[in-house]
DNA sequence: ATCCTGACCCAAG
DNA sequence: GCTTGGGCCAGGA
């Protein structure tokens, strides 16, 4: 029979395909362009759970994801107080342009490969 | 199982 | 423009 495998191999979280997808989708975004939870989520195949890919960048390793291209819709930025602040100015650093509070999105919206609707 | 919370979204008003 | 309520989903207490 199946012997007991080790704690470490134990049990991986069974959320774990669909955030393997949502980091691939994440990683597809090229600097200079960004894309909305909603867009993430849906792309990689998962409309619906946008409120998941926001947690899965929450928790996610710092380094390990370009968070700073995934952004709310309308190209709001939703990270509150000086967070907020980083955000925006990665984003201004890699050549995102805001008009007032909001990101342009018709100029840096990020279209994914095969999606059907812009 | 229930309750609460969150880097959400959107139609209304 | 901005605020609100309801809808959505998963994780933690």
Do not use: C, N
């Not at 049990?11 to 669909?18: D, E, G």
């Not at 100015?89 to 279209?111: P, S, Y």
């Amino acid at each position: 029979m199946r012997k007991p495998p080790p704690p470490e191999l134990r049990r991986v979280p069974k959320s774990s395909r669909r955030d393997e997808a949502f980091r691939k989708t994440i990683r597809q975004i090229p600097k200079g362009k960004v894309a909305t939870y909603a867009q993430v989520a849906a792309a990689a195949g998962y409309p619906l759970y946008h409120r998941q890919v926001a947690q899965l960048l929450r928790t996610a390793p710092t380094g390990s994801l370009p968070w700073q291209r995934v952004v709310g819709a309308g190209g709001a930025i939703k990270l509150k107080y000086e967070a907020a602040l980083e955000q925006r100015t990665r984003l201004e650093m890699e050549g995102v342009r805001f008009r007032g509070k909001r990101i342009d999105m018709a100029e840096h919206q990020h279209r994914f490969k095969g999606w059907e609707f812009d």
